[in-house]
């Protein structure tokens, strides 16, 4: 305990701060200072170590610390254009800003290349909220003081502040200070008047609509980020790129940065923010690599491992003279998780760097341990031929067995390292007031693997403060986690290798041959399996003790012949303990190898005698010895280089229930026991508590002490499916303790599943409630529940936090609930329990599925059926594979490129703000275990904008504006005759319901389909089962409410819930055929009494008809204006009115083809000559149309068929009438606009103008602005959708003729937040996007302007983004 005492301590313990005493490491650098990491290389694979954070810019024989940084995922790649030259040191960005060029560049060929990148991909999320929010801030001052300047020119205010080049708003109506004067020159004096009127109502409508316009644009505002253009070229030697990281365009005076690894160049991105980055170029200069971190993770990693501080040397590193290698694998798209992309590339930078070992605080949990292409690629390959020591956290889920992670906690070729804390750690970092005893982290995980390898090998301080990147404002920074303590033992790693190095010359160092000193002498602390706490120059003096026994340079591979091809022997269920048990086991010796001795490599062939010597002259005779009389083992084996097998008995059969049980099977080198176990075999045994007919077990009273963790082991019934832990703590002993954090930790495994399946660990506090009114101790009750799975083994571990005083005794309770479906019920062939949910199709009236209550008898039944997503099944449009890049992306073990398959996928949403999730059960949620070396997808909307990226691991996600997206799929692999297979592989798309749909559940078939049955007759009421009784349940599947968002032969996945003591069942109905409607019936038509037509007749009638229809298309298809007037005259002699009105529309339609572009644009075509000829075939439409159209509303309610005939005749009418009237609309303005504004200035001014004088002098005749708002005011009249594009664009202009430019961007902006986002709008979209940006630059609000020039190459980029 540390003594309290009335004056301070003389100094603060800065010694634990970066814990290295209790491992020897500062002892050992004391000892043998030149042995501090010297000479070492350690690639740190993590989310990229900060360039500007402290300690971590030299060695302490003065090199550069960091040798590269890589970002190995690609999020910061920039792909760079083909070869552009200058003009006059100019070049034209991406973003659209014209990039001086300093002068002072060398560039011998002239040749440049130009990209972008958005900052928000560049920068962790705490950044990114740093700048978006000043960029937002001042973004926001300026569009207030616009809007602040238009409310002023409202209400009046003469004294408004000058915000514009003319603060007469009015001015932006007229183009003269006498109104009257510009309307019009007539002296009458009341027409002058009326004018006036009429232009003070314009002005108000405009003044409001400009209000209404700017609350719009602020609202809908949001930062997406700048877009930094970059500059690549070649000077000579070397590639270099410039980053206008200012947003100016002015790289006059930038300075162009190398690659790190050559010059050491670091630039800042954000200069307020502390942000720096590094550069890389591949691909020939065809891409640009911007190096940053993902966070602040790395950056202490980097700290503990190998920190050097010249002045501070106290708070250096493990290893302070070792070298790093800045790996990031934490992809800046989701949020700085790993992606196998990543994985890859970091291994490969391992070998091509020559890193001596390599740290990795990453991992997740994985379905089955030891296996896939990047784990077997770390254990072959970068372990075994190119030597490199691999460490990585065992993961952070802890106390209870087996959660260990990938790869670090499972995976052989690895050292597995937990987290302990000591007393300098409690002393220096967690400011206890009252220490506790050495300790593992309550958190760390414990081994062993679920195939029985010991899962953790070693222990290392979890925690300490040292260095942090420098955005984050923190010098040195507490963090813990297994993700410290990993880098800790891979600086004592660095030492010994740097050691070994520097005393044993050019001999030869395995990992292996280091893993097995340090495991060999790590401290016991009485943990699983024995794993201990490194201890460094425990380690080295074994390393020199048996530098020259050749055994020390293998590794041993053991294998488990049970129904699974184990490394360990685990019994974990009732039925593995309930007799002895036998078990045949094979060890074989691994042996290291090299590059040079591949067969490509081996010339003379000299290596790879070698290696076959080696393995030739290998021979182990072993003792064998068992730590505990209920494991049996031979007393001897003999091992040569091939292996050899050996057979053990297990009786558990006498094991106390409920505890874990652990021995080992240790092997001894009969030359020298002293040695130690050569290897060990872990024996693991959780003999579960049988569970009685009540379906509860009483754990009893477990009493508890500072750093205490208990565990009990429950057989968990077969049926049950819900488990209830019950606490209680009430003893007079809680009066005088503290009150203490527990850890409630209970887990059950399933087969090639991820342990977080059935999983819970949970946070309770005892003590905090423990005082009752008027004295005494009052009872602490809680109740924690978690689904279960039946026959498996369930652990209850109760763990007081480490750092948490007192003593505490709690009463644990389990309890049990179960219903499942039952043989008979169509869900289950064998009655045995459900695991993959409940299915009914549709098609069926009535489903029935059969439940049973095989635990106890089960209260509260109340069943209830809700469906909550719609599951879609897409198949791919497109299926591409074609090799990657040789330069990053290539198999280690092959050394050919690997392979990539891009599948895209149509996915059409129908309503704004839709969530949904997207699944390829083949590839995904797996990453460590994958087959595949890669699984990533990107969706993207209409205009190729990037929307959202995810890996393995797949999550809800939100897409905001309904339409098309492509969902872009990538997945990569060394075998391309592999990927074959998938090219038409489905994506499951699971969209959330807008109102979740429920299906009716009744206990007896009549109720489903009628009301009057009587229920006292029923076999079931319901409410109660009876333990091991069957009960029907029929689901009303006729009557279920299909919604919108599901389609026949999609899914409703939901939950069926029978009792809220029990768990849920997934739940999926299949979407039957939609239902036929039979068509209206009609009133029979009145007779004809003309002469009936002869069959030839009717023929003839019908072929004349079909060849005018050809020659009215033609009209529309002809590229030719003569044929098409000809064909025009021709059909017009001798029509009839409606067909009149066919041909002309025909024609018009013709005149003006691209409708979806701008009237005055020169996309449209419509010059003044062709605007007039336009309007006048438009009013001949209109006269032929107009009164049949009217007809289409005496016909709403068509019961005959010569009604019904009148109506669709008079509807065809309509739509040809609205066609005319706008593209007379379009003409008139096409005649009205005048020439196209002149954008606004490049430079968005901090202050900008409220409006302005329209320069566009052009006088339009008073006449034809009459003309156009007469067919304005019609086209509204018939249109059936006021915002429909083409009459936005041909009403719009009308507000433009009047100087309303804020009333005609109104339609516009709603138009654009409405319209779904699909290809086959997007002409429609850009004209729509250039009519805002004119009508922006007509009111001359140049901070809009500038923004929505700033954000276009976002939001519409020219290609899709490279996953």
């Known amino acids: ?270 200069k307020r923010q502390l942000f720096y980055y590094t550069l890389n170029f591949y691909d020939e200069g065809r891409t640009l690599s911007i190096v940053t971190c993902a966070g602040s993770h790395s950056t202490h990693v980097a700290g503990i491992l190998a920190a050097h501080h010249p002045d501070e040397p106290q708070n250096d590193g493990v290893a302070p003279g070792a070298q790093l290698l800045s790996l990031m694998i934490g992809d800046h798209r989701v949020g700085s998780m790993e992606t196998g992309v990543g994985l890859t590339r970091a291994v490969n930078a391992i070998v091509e760097y020559g890193a001596d070992v390599a740290n990795m605080s990453y991992g997740e949990p994985s379905s089955t341990p030891n296996v896939g292409q990047w784990v077997q690629t770390v254990a072959q390959e970068v372990v075994r031929r190119h030597g490199c020591v691999f460490v990585s956290s065992a993961g952070n889920e802890g106390p209870a067995l087996s959660s260990t992670g990938s790869p670090g906690g499972t995976s052989d070729g690895f050292i597995g390292v937990g987290a302990h804390v000591g007393y300098d750690q409690m002393l220096a970092e967690y400011a206890m007031y009252e220490t506790v005893g050495d300790t593992v982290f309550t958190w760390s995980s414990r081994g062993p693997t679920p195939d029985g390898a010991r899962g953790v090998d070693v222990y290392a301080p979890g ?50 041959r280091v893993k097995n000193a340090i495991v060999s002498t790590a401290k016991p602390i009485g943990e699983l399996h024995s794993a201990g706490l490194v201890q460094t120059d425990s380690a080295w003096q074994f390393l020199k003790r048996y530098a020259a026994r050749a055994a020390e340079q293998v590794s041993w591979l053991t294998h488990v012949d049970d129904s699974r091809r184990a490394r360990g022997i685990y019994l974990r269920n009732a039925e593995e303990s309930a007799h002895a048990r036998f078990f045949n086991i094979g060890v074989v010796p691994v042996f290291p190898t090299s590059e040079k001795a591949r067969l490509e490599h081996d010339a003379d062939g000299e290596s790879g005698r070698q290696e076959s010597q080696a393995q030739f002259d290998f021979e182990q005779r072993l003792l064998l010895v068992a730590t505990e009389s209920w494991v049996s083992v031979p007393d001897a084996l003999y091992v040569a280089s091939q292996g050899n097998k050996f057979a053990a008995r297990v009786d558990a059969t006498k094991l106390q229930a409920g505890r874990l049980h652990t021995a080992s099977i240790d092997a001894y080198d009969s030359t020298d026991v002293d040695r130690g176990p050569v290897f060990s075999i872990p024996v693991t045994v959780t003999k579960p508590l049988h569970v009685d007919a009540s379906a509860c077990v009483d754990l009893g009273t477990l009493q508890f002490r500072p750093t205490e963790i208990v565990r009990r082991f429950v057989a968990v019934p077969p049926g049950a499916t819900r488990a209830h832990i019950v606490l209680r703590a009430s003893n007079a002993a809680a009066l005088e303790s503290s009150p203490a954090l527990f850890y409630l930790h209970c887990m059950q495994l399933e087969p090639a599943t991820r342990f977080r399946k059935f999983y819970m660990r949970e946070r309770v506090s005892i003590g905090h409630k423990s005082y009752a009114a008027g004295g005494g101790c009052a009872e602490q009750k809680g109740t924690k529940s978690m689904d279960v799975i039946g026959g498996a083994t369930l652990e209850v571990c109760l763990a007081q936090f480490w750092n948490q005083l007192g003593a505490h005794d709690i009463d644990v309770r389990v309890e049990f609930n179960g219903i499942v479906p039952a043989n008979g019920g169509g869900a289950l062939a064998d009655g045995g329990p459900l695991r993959s949910g409940i299915t009914v199709h549709g098609s069926n009236a009535v489903a029935r599925v059969d439940f049973m209550a095989p635990v106890r008898p089960e209260y509260d039944v109340s069943p209830s059926i809700m469906l909550t997503k719609a599951r879609k099944t897409l198949r791919p449009h497109e299926a591409v594979i074609s090799p990657m890049g040789a330069e990053r992306d290539t198999h280690l073990a092959t050394g050919s490129a690997l392979y990539k398959l891009e599948l895209d996928y149509r ?152 009792s809220k003591h029990t768990a849920s069942f997934d739940f999926e109905y299949v979407v039957p055929a939609k239902s036929i409607k039979k068509p209206e019936e009609s009133k029979p038509a009145t007779p004809k009494v003309d002469k009936p037509e002869s069959k030839e007749e009717q023929d003839q009638r019908e072929l004349d008809e079909a060849l005018r229809r050809v020659r009215v298309d033609w009209v529309k298809k002809s590229r030719d204006d003569g044929v098409r007037t000809r064909l025009v005259t021709d059909l017009l002699a001798n029509s009839s009115d409606e067909q009149r009105a066919e041909v002309l529309a025909a024609q018009l339609s013709a005149l003006d083809a691209t409708s979806s572009a701008l009237p005055w644009s020169e996309a449209a075509c419509l010059t003044a000559a062709l605007a007039r000829r336009a309007i006048g075939i438009a009013d001949s439409v209109i006269e032929l149309t107009r009164t049949q159209a009217l007809t289409a509303r005496l016909y709403e309610k068509a019961e005959t068929d010569d009604e019904k005939t009148l109506k669709k005749q008079a509807e065809l009418a309509r739509t040809q009438l609205i066609a005319a009237l706008t593209t007379k609309c379009r003409a008139l303005a096409a005649l009205t606009h005048g020439p196209v504004p002149a954008t606004a200035s490049e430079t968005c001014a901090d202050y900008v103008e409220v409006d302005g004088s329209d320069n566009d002098e052009t006088d339009v005749p008073e006449q034809t602005v009459q003309e156009y708002e007469r067919a304005v005011a019609e ?61 922006l630059a007509k009111l001359q609000w140049t901070i809009w302007s500038a923004h929505f020039r700033a954000i276009a190459p976002i939001e519409s980029p020219a290609n899709y983004e490279r996953l």
């Open 1275 to 1335: 086209l509204r009249q018939w249109a059936i959708a006021a915002d429909d594009v083409s009459v936005v664009m041909a009403t719009a202009p009308l507000h433009m003729a009047r100087h309303q430019y804020a009333r005609a961007l109104q339609p516009v902006l709603a138009w654009l937040a409405k319209a779904p986002m699909k290809p086959a709008n997007a002409a429609e979209r850009r004209s729509m996007v250039e009519l805002r940006n004119q009508l």
């Open 463 to 512: 925690s300490a403060i040292t260095s942090f990147p420098a955005y984050c404002k923190e010098r040195l920074c507490l963090r813990n986690g297994t993700s410290m303590s990993s880098p800790n033992l891979c600086g004592v790693a660095a030492l010994l290798v740097s050691a070994w190095k520097q005393e044993m010359g050019g001999a030869s160092l395995s990992p292996y």
């Open 1 to 270: 305990m540390a003594n309290r005492t009335s004056t301070p301590r003389q100094e603060f313990p800065t010694h634990g701060l970066m814990p290295r005493g209790e491992t020897q490491a500062a002892e050992f650098v004391r000892k043998y200072p030149q042995y501090d990491g010297r000479g070492v290389v350690a690639a740190v694979l993590d989310t990229g170590i900060d360039p500007g954070a402290k300690g971590l810019q030299v060695t302490s024989d003065g090199k550069r610390k960091v040798v590269d940084y890589i970002d190995c995922t690609g999020s910061g790649d920039v792909e760079l254009s083909d070869v552009v030259h200058a003009d006059e040191l100019t070049l034209k960005g991406v973003s659209g800003r014209t990039l001086r060029l300093n002068a002072a560049w060398k560039n011998p060929t002239g040749e440049w290349r130009v990209g972008a990148k958005r900052l928000s991909r560049l920068v962790p999320s705490d950044v990114w909220m740093s700048v978006s929010a000043e960029r937002s801030q001042r973004f926001c001052k300026s569009a207030q003081q616009l809007t602040d300047a238009v409310l002023a020119k409202k209400s009046g205010d003469k004294g408004a502040t000058k915000v514009s080049k003319d603060s007469d708003t009015s001015k932006n109506l007229t183009k003269d200070s006498d109104t009257s004067k510009n309307l019009t020159k007539d002296s009458d004096t009341s027409k002058n008047l009326t004018k006036d009127s009429e232009t003070s109502k314009n002005l108000t409508e405009e003044l409001d609509a400009q209000v209404d316009v700017l609350k719009t644009l602020n609202n809908a505002y949001t930062d997406i980020g700048p877009l930094l253009d970059c500059v690549v070229f070649h000077d000579g030697e070397q590639w270099r790129a410039a980053i206008d990281v200012d947003e100016s365009g002015d790289l006059s005076a930038a300075a162009a940065l190398g690659a790190y690894k050559h010059t050491g160049d670091v630039g800042e991105l954000c």
């Open 907 to 1058: 996915l059409e949403t129908t309503r704004d703000s839709t969530q949904l999730s997207l699944h390829m059960p083949a590839v995904d949620t797996q990453i460590y275990e994958n087959w595949a070396d890669n699984f990533a997808l990107a969706i993207f909307d209409a205009n190729k904008r990037h929307q959202v990226s995810q890996i393995s691991y797949t999550s809800p996600l939100l897409i905001k504006q309904c339409g098309e997206s492509l969902v872009r799929v990538q997945i990569r692999h060394r075998s391309a005759k592999d990927l074959e297979a998938l090219k038409d592989i489905p994506l499951l798309v699971d969209v959330v319901l807008k109102s979740p749909v429920k299906l009716t559940t009744k206990f007896d078939m009549a109720s489903i389909f009628t009301s009057t049955v009587d229920s006292s007759a029923a076999v079931y009421r319901g409410g109660f089962i009876a333990k091991g009784s069957r009960v029907p349940l029929f689901i009303d599947t006729i009557g279920a409410a299909v919604p919108s968002e599901a389609a026949p032969g999609d899914v409703l996945v939901g939950k069926l819930t029978m």
